[in-house]
């Protein structure tokens, strides 16, 4: 998707921060970080949101989990517990239309989600 941003990061069009990257997902910091770690991982297809997700991208899916419990390991934040979110359309907060599963480290988080 041209006017995608986080197509352009993919790309590496627009500069960001990446801690991991192969040929099917990319890792980077987010731009706007609600706890010491915060890192963004996002297939590189381009996919608006979670709920347009289809069979075929089961292993995808898959994937960005998988990527980010290897970023956690990498940062030794397991013991201490992490959060991954999936934030899909607005009423939940979704604001980058490109589907990005957030990991947050590094603090203690509440529950029920705000
Ligand atoms: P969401 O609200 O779930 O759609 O999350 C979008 C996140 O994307 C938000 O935490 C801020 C982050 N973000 C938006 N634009 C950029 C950008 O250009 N670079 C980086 N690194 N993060 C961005």
């Known amino acids: ?12 069009e627009i500069n960001a921060s990446i801690v991991y990257q192969d040929d099917e997902v990319v890792a980077f910091n987010d731009l706007n970080p609600q706890a010491p770690t915060h890192v963004l991982v996002i297939p590189r297809k381009h996919v608006s949101r979670i709920s347009e997700l289809e069979e075929a991208d089961a292993a995808l899916a898959g994937r ?6 290897q970023i956690v390991r990498d940062l ?4 201490a517990g992490y959060r991954l979110v999936l934030n899909c359309n607005e ?3 979704q604001s980058v239309w490109h589907v990005h599963l957030h990991l947050l480290g590094g ?8």
């Not at 030794?76 to 013991?79: A, F, H, S």
């Open 76 to 79: 030794g934040l397991v013991e």
């Open 91 to 93: 009423g939940a907060g």
């Open 107 to 114: 603090r203690t988080f509440g529950w029920p989600p705000g």
């Open 64 to 69: 960005l989990i998988l990527t980010a419990n």
């Open 1 to 12: 998707m041209s006017d995608c941003i986080f197509c352009k990061i993919a790309s590496g």
